[in-house]
């Protein structure tokens, strides 16, 4: 069983950053594919960014790309989501998700394990 504890989140002014980080235990960690995702009030969850369990490989929901930078530290099975020029639409709570076997998915039934989520609140 795996379990993941998100940090990090907080209240932020647009064009701020903010870096999540996603701890994790119980399992092979670099086995891992990881991915972020953020749910809105009253919205889906939706995908944001996600990398192969060897971080060689990542992708980015378009709203993101060139702004959030997702990263992971094998050594200490940790993933992270540097977040820069915030932007008062992406306030949401943030989850990360783990799914065993190399290879990433962008869609939230594709993820084995959740963390409990973040709040990110970005203010205009």
């Known amino acids: 069983q795996v379990q993941l504890v998100e940090s990090g989140g907080g209240l932020v002014q647009a064009g701020g950053s903010l870096r999540l980080s996603c701890a994790t235990s119980?399992?092979?960690?670099?086995?891992?594919?990881m991915g972020w995702f953020r749910q809105a009030p009253g919205k889906v969850r939706e995908f944001v960014a996600a990398?192969?369990?060897?971080?060689?490989?990542?992708s980015y929901v378009d709203s993101v790309k060139g702004r959030f930078t997702i990263s992971r530290d094998n050594a200490k099975n940790t993933v992270y989501l540097k977040m820069n020029s915030l932007k008062p639409e992406d306030t949401a709570v943030y989850y990360c998700?783990?799914?065993?076997?190399?290879?990433?998915?962008?869609?939230?039934?594709?993820?084995?394990?959740w963390g409990q989520g973040t709040q990110v609140t970005v203010s205009s």
């Open positions: 998700a783990a799914r065993l076997g190399g290879s990433y998915y962008t869609h939230v039934e594709a993820y084995d394990y």
């Open positions: 119980g399992g092979t960690f670099s086995m891992y594919a």
């Open positions: 990398t192969t369990g060897s971080g060689g490989i990542t």
